[in-house]
């Protein structure tokens, strides 16, 4: 297992609790750098579902019909929590504020970033 040495700051975002299905919500706000924009790398995501069927997750960027996927889509089983650790998740560094879709409301998202700049 190859872990790659911090370039940035590890930052949490808030529990996000999905309000409206397949409807975009934000995740994580970068930190205002001035001249510099900071960009972001989804280090973990954790996931809790419990809405009484399989859903599935999206984090991308953008709103509405702005929204665009940065990782796969990922499954989130029924009645369990599950974490993906940077090992499993694809780094993708990106250059704007994190946002979050699900296929029912009521699943709980949340991310640990790296942050850069």
Do not use: H
């Given at each position: 297992?190859?872990?790659k040495k911090?370039?940035?700051?590890r930052k949490?975002s808030?529990?996000i609790?999905?309000a409206?299905?397949?409807t975009?919500?934000?995740l ?19 996931v809790?579902?419990n ?9 991308g960027t ?9 990782i ?5 089983v ?7 650790t940077e090992?499993l998740?694809p780094?993708?560094?990106v250059g704007?504020?994190?946002t979050?879709?699900a296929?029912?409301l009521?699943?709980q998202?949340?991310?640990e970033?790296?942050?850069?700049g």
């Amino acid at each position: 297992m190859d872990i790659k040495k911090a370039r940035g700051i590890r930052k949490s975002s808030e529990i996000i609790t999905i309000a409206a299905a397949t409807t975009p919500e934000a995740l994580f706000t970068r930190t205002a750098s001035g001249q510099n924009p900071r960009t972001v790398i989804v280090r973990k995501i954790f996931v809790y579902n419990n809405t009484g069927g399989d859903e599935t997750v999206d984090i991308g960027t953008g709103l509405a019909g702005a929204f665009a996927n940065i990782i796969p889509t990922i499954t989130a089983v029924n009645g369990f929590d599950a974490q993906w650790t940077e090992e499993l998740i694809p780094e993708v560094e990106v250059g704007a504020d994190l946002t979050v879709q699900a296929s029912a409301l009521g699943v709980q998202v949340q991310v640990e970033v790296e942050e850069i700049g």
